[in-house]
Protein backbone atom coordinates (compact mmCIF):
# COMPACT_ATOMS: atom_id res chain seq x y z
CA UNK A 1 0.00 0.00 0.00
CA UNK A 2 1.09 3.41 -0.26
CA UNK A 3 0.29 7.28 0.09
CA UNK A 4 1.19 10.59 -1.81
CA UNK A 5 -0.03 13.53 -2.20
CA UNK A 6 -0.18 16.75 -4.29
CA UNK A 7 -1.00 20.55 -3.51
CA UNK A 8 -0.52 24.10 -4.55
CA UNK A 9 -0.25 26.63 -1.49
CA UNK A 10 -3.17 28.35 -3.00
CA UNK A 11 -5.66 25.79 -2.73
CA UNK A 12 -5.57 25.65 1.04
CA UNK A 13 -5.61 21.92 1.08
CA UNK A 14 -3.89 19.09 -0.32
CA UNK A 15 -5.15 15.51 -2.00
CA UNK A 16 -3.83 12.75 -0.15
CA UNK A 17 -4.15 9.23 -3.06
CA UNK A 18 -3.55 5.67 -1.83
CA UNK A 19 -3.07 2.83 -3.56
CA UNK A 20 -3.20 -0.87 -2.52
CA UNK A 21 -1.04 -2.50 -4.80
CA UNK A 22 0.21 -6.11 -5.32
CA UNK A 23 4.57 -7.20 -4.75
CA UNK A 24 5.26 -6.59 -8.50
CA UNK A 25 3.11 -2.98 -8.40
CA UNK A 26 0.03 -4.08 -9.73
CA UNK A 27 -2.16 -1.52 -8.33
CA UNK A 28 -6.04 -3.18 -7.15
CA UNK A 29 -7.36 -0.35 -5.51
CA UNK A 30 -7.55 3.70 -4.74
CA UNK A 31 -8.62 5.87 -2.14
CA UNK A 32 -8.85 9.47 -1.73
CA UNK A 33 -8.52 12.15 1.17
CA UNK A 34 -8.30 15.39 2.00
CA UNK A 35 -5.68 17.26 4.47
CA UNK A 36 -5.32 20.82 5.49
CA UNK A 37 -2.21 22.93 4.24
CA UNK A 38 -0.44 23.64 7.53
CA UNK A 39 -2.83 21.90 8.86
CA UNK A 40 -2.75 18.95 12.01
CA UNK A 41 -4.71 16.46 10.20
CA UNK A 42 -2.45 14.43 7.55
CA UNK A 43 -2.14 11.43 9.89
CA UNK A 44 -5.98 11.09 9.76
CA UNK A 45 -6.39 12.12 5.99
CA UNK A 46 -3.65 8.81 5.87
CA UNK A 47 -5.68 6.98 8.18
CA UNK A 48 -9.06 7.04 6.12
CA UNK A 49 -6.97 6.00 3.11
CA UNK A 50 -5.52 2.71 4.67
CA UNK A 51 -9.12 2.09 6.77
CA UNK A 52 -10.87 1.95 3.26
CA UNK A 53 -7.91 -0.43 1.97
CA UNK A 54 -6.67 -2.35 4.44
CA UNK A 55 -6.65 -6.26 3.93
CA UNK A 56 -4.42 -9.14 5.89
CA UNK A 57 -2.56 -9.32 2.73
CA UNK A 58 -0.86 -5.99 2.78
CA UNK A 59 2.60 -6.40 3.86
CA UNK A 60 3.56 -2.52 4.52
CA UNK A 61 2.03 0.78 4.19
CA UNK A 62 4.23 3.40 2.04
CA UNK A 63 4.85 6.76 2.31
CA UNK A 64 5.98 9.66 0.02
CA UNK A 65 7.34 11.75 2.80
CA UNK A 66 5.94 11.99 6.74
CA UNK A 67 6.22 16.13 6.59
CA UNK A 68 3.62 16.89 4.38
CA UNK A 69 0.95 19.56 3.14
CA UNK A 70 3.06 22.60 3.78
CA UNK A 71 4.62 21.06 7.57
CA UNK A 72 1.73 19.33 8.12
CA UNK A 73 2.69 15.37 8.81
CA UNK A 74 1.64 11.66 9.05
CA UNK A 75 2.55 9.96 12.11
CA UNK A 76 3.74 6.88 11.06
CA UNK A 77 4.44 4.96 14.49
CA UNK A 78 -0.13 5.98 14.97
CA UNK A 79 -0.30 4.15 11.42
CA UNK A 80 1.72 1.51 12.55
CA UNK A 81 -0.05 1.14 15.99
CA UNK A 82 -3.34 1.27 14.41
CA UNK A 83 -3.18 -0.90 11.75
CA UNK A 84 -0.28 -3.15 13.22
CA UNK A 85 1.50 -3.45 9.97
CA UNK A 86 5.00 -1.92 9.39
CA UNK A 87 4.88 1.97 7.83
CA UNK A 88 8.08 3.18 6.17
CA UNK A 89 8.08 6.73 5.06
CA UNK A 90 10.40 7.69 2.40
CA UNK A 91 12.22 11.15 1.43
CA UNK A 92 13.39 10.90 -2.02
CA UNK A 93 15.92 13.99 -1.92
CA UNK A 94 18.20 15.40 0.61
CA UNK A 95 16.08 16.08 3.11
CA UNK A 96 15.95 20.23 4.22
CA UNK A 97 17.50 21.04 7.15
CA UNK A 98 15.83 24.37 8.38
CA UNK A 99 12.27 22.67 9.10
CA UNK A 100 12.44 24.31 12.92
CA UNK A 101 13.38 27.58 11.57
CA UNK A 102 10.18 27.48 8.76
CA UNK A 103 7.86 26.43 11.99
CA UNK A 104 8.83 28.58 14.38
CA UNK A 105 7.67 31.40 12.01
CA UNK A 106 5.17 30.37 10.39
CA UNK A 107 2.74 28.86 13.44
CA UNK A 108 1.28 30.00 16.59
CA UNK A 109 1.48 25.95 17.97
CA UNK A 110 4.96 25.51 17.09
CA UNK A 111 5.85 24.20 20.23
CA UNK A 112 3.39 21.57 19.52
CA UNK A 113 4.30 21.20 15.74
CA UNK A 114 7.81 20.76 16.26
CA UNK A 115 7.39 18.09 19.01
CA UNK A 116 4.99 15.96 16.57
CA UNK A 117 7.40 16.36 13.85
CA UNK A 118 10.76 15.81 15.89
CA UNK A 119 8.80 12.25 17.38
CA UNK A 120 8.68 11.01 13.39
CA UNK A 121 12.88 10.70 14.16
CA UNK A 122 15.74 11.39 11.48
CA UNK A 123 15.51 9.45 7.93
CA UNK A 124 18.25 6.65 7.22
CA UNK A 125 20.22 7.04 4.27
CA UNK A 126 19.76 3.99 2.02
CA UNK A 127 21.90 2.96 -1.32
CA UNK A 128 20.10 0.95 -3.89
CA UNK A 129 21.73 -1.43 -6.16
CA UNK A 130 20.95 0.86 -8.84
CA UNK A 131 22.83 3.83 -6.84
CA UNK A 132 19.84 6.07 -5.78
CA UNK A 133 20.19 7.31 -2.29
CA UNK A 134 16.30 7.10 -0.61
CA UNK A 135 16.04 8.21 3.13
CA UNK A 136 13.72 6.25 5.21
CA UNK A 137 12.21 6.15 8.64
CA UNK A 138 10.08 3.03 9.56
CA UNK A 139 8.03 1.54 12.04
CA UNK A 140 7.36 -2.31 12.43
CA UNK A 141 10.49 -2.51 9.97
CA UNK A 142 13.66 -2.09 10.55
CA UNK A 143 15.28 0.52 7.96
CA UNK A 144 16.80 -1.23 5.94
CA UNK A 145 14.37 -3.83 5.27
CA UNK A 146 12.00 -0.37 4.51
CA UNK A 147 14.58 0.71 1.93
CA UNK A 148 14.95 -3.41 0.81
CA UNK A 149 10.96 -3.46 0.02
CA UNK A 150 11.05 0.11 -1.42
CA UNK A 151 14.13 -0.76 -3.71
CA UNK A 152 11.73 -4.04 -4.84
CA UNK A 153 9.22 -1.98 -5.81
CA UNK A 154 10.94 0.39 -8.38
CA UNK A 155 9.81 0.68 -12.20
CA UNK A 156 11.03 3.79 -13.59
CA UNK A 157 13.73 5.54 -11.27
CA UNK A 158 14.08 6.01 -7.51
CA UNK A 159 10.51 5.93 -6.57
CA UNK A 160 8.74 2.69 -5.87
CA UNK A 161 5.83 2.18 -8.34
CA UNK A 162 3.02 2.14 -6.07
CA UNK A 163 4.32 5.50 -4.32
CA UNK A 164 4.70 7.00 -7.84
CA UNK A 165 1.09 5.93 -9.05
CA UNK A 166 -0.58 7.71 -6.22
CA UNK A 167 1.26 11.09 -6.30
CA UNK A 168 0.25 10.83 -9.95
CA UNK A 169 -3.68 9.92 -8.51
CA UNK A 170 -2.75 12.85 -6.22
CA UNK A 171 -2.07 15.25 -8.67
CA UNK A 172 -4.89 14.23 -11.00
CA UNK A 173 -7.47 14.68 -8.16
CA UNK A 174 -6.37 17.66 -6.85
CA UNK A 175 -6.55 19.39 -11.00
CA UNK A 176 -9.64 17.52 -11.21
CA UNK A 177 -11.35 19.90 -8.18
CA UNK A 178 -9.66 22.95 -9.49
CA UNK A 179 -11.65 22.11 -13.01
CA UNK A 180 -14.60 21.53 -11.31
CA UNK A 181 -13.98 24.58 -9.28
CA UNK A 182 -14.51 22.84 -6.19
CA UNK A 183 -13.22 24.47 -3.56
CA UNK A 184 -13.17 22.72 0.00
CA UNK A 185 -13.58 24.01 3.20
CA UNK A 186 -11.04 23.72 5.88
CA UNK A 187 -9.52 21.24 4.28
CA UNK A 188 -12.92 18.74 3.88
Not at 11 to 19: E, I, M, T
Request: hydrophobic letters at 45%; charged letters at 25%; glycine letters at 8%.
Amino acid sequence: MAIAESFRLEDGFSVYAGVRATRDAVVEDAAFAVAKLGGADGTDAAEKIVAALIRPDVSIIMLDGCIVSFYNWIDGEALYAKFQKPVACYVFEEPEGRVEEAVRKLFPDWPDRLRAIEKLGSPTPYYTKAGYKIYVRSWGIDPIYAGKAAELAMKLGKMPEPLRVARIMAAGARALLNTLGLRLVNGH
